[in-house]
């Protein structure tokens, strides 16, 4: 069974009270009872092991029986700005950047992005992408949840990760660059921040443009990946070069 996350307060002492989405989806959806075992977790915090002792209309309790602290910090801290992907490419691309341990993500709305953004729904589609990640998250037992912002312009999201100790850009120039040559042997740094384009690509101007906000330009190889491959291949990269995967 995957770990859930819970608001902060539901532990209390060696008691823990579940009630809300996360009560009805044990209840409901999983038929956990009485005497089972659970894990639940605070994002960022302990990972606890439960034993639900009771099952109310509108509550789950159980006993503490362990807690685990979490880990130390893991670095770098990864941010991947991606196109907005057209179809279901974009809630893939979310659950795979979480199950890989991503921790932001950001849609950008590039030259060449197909979808568009509706305002009156940019919010709830926001919500659905962060309950993906949620699922995500607890599904692969990670220790955190990543926040999905609300899409935005991708010159705006190249001026807010300046304080990002490297960024980086998929641009598919030939013999630009790889990925895995600019990573391999140097020292890892706290931050790191991924730009995936569209199928289409980035424009030029949009190269020159995130290269002067202190991107670097690097490639993936010969191969044209879609979107959502290109943000897959590229996360799993960084984290073996620089983080906890392999």
């Given amino acids: 069974m995957p770990v859930f996350f819970i608001e902060r307060g539901a532990i209390q002492g060696a008691t823990?009270?579940?009630?809300?989405?996360?009560?009805?989806?044990?209840?409901?959806?999983l038929?956990?009872?009485?005497?089972e075992h659970v894990w639940l977790a605070e994002a960022g915090g302990p990972r606890y092991e439960v034993r639900i002792t009771a099952a109310d209309r509108d509550r789950l309790t159980g006993q503490v029986l362990s807690e685990i602290p979490p880990p130390p910090?893991?670095?770098?801290?990864?941010?991947?700005?991606?196109?907005?992907i057209k179809g279901d490419g974009m809630e893939w691309a979310i659950q795979k950047a979480t199950e890989l341990g991503a921790?932001?993500?950001v849609p950008l709305i590039t030259a060449r992005t197909v979808v568009r953004p509706k305002a009156p729904r940019?919010?709830?589609?926001?919500?659905?992408?962060?309950?993906?990640?949620?699922?995500?998250?607890?599904?692969?037992?990670?220790w955190d949840v990543p926040v999905v912002a609300e899409p935005q312009p991708f010159d705006d999201w190249c001026a807010e990760?300046?304080?990002?100790?490297?960024?980086?850009?998929?641009?598919?120039?030939?013999?630009?660059?790889?990925?895995?040559?600019?990573?391999?042997?140097?020292?890892?740094?706290?931050?790191?921040?991924?730009?995936i384009g569209p199928e289409g690509g980035f424009e030029p101007g949009e190269i020159a443009l995130a290269e002067h906000a202190g991107f670097e330009a690097v490639s993936l190889g010969t191969?044209?990946?879609?979107?959502?491959?290109?943000?897959?291949?590229?996360?799993?990269?960084?984290q073996y070069e620089w983080g906890d995967l392999g």
């Fill in 16 to 29: 823990a009270s579940l009630t809300g989405p996360l009560a009805r989806h044990l209840k409901g959806s």
């Fill in 31 to 35: 038929r956990v009872h009485p005497g």
């Fill in 73 to 84: 910090l893991r670095l770098p801290r990864i941010t991947v700005g991606f196109a907005l």
């Fill in 103 to 105: 921790a932001q993500m």
């Fill in 122 to 142: 940019t919010g709830h589609q926001t919500q659905r992408w962060q309950s993906i990640a949620l699922e995500a998250a607890q599904q692969s037992m990670c």
């Fill in 161 to 195: 990760s300046a304080s990002t100790a490297c960024r980086l850009i998929l641009w598919e120039k030939p013999g630009g660059l790889s990925l895995r040559d600019r990573l391999r042997g140097k020292p890892r740094p706290d931050s790191v921040a991924l730009a």
């Fill in 223 to 238: 191969r044209i990946l879609r979107s959502e491959s290109a943000a897959l291949a590229a996360l799993s990269i960084v």
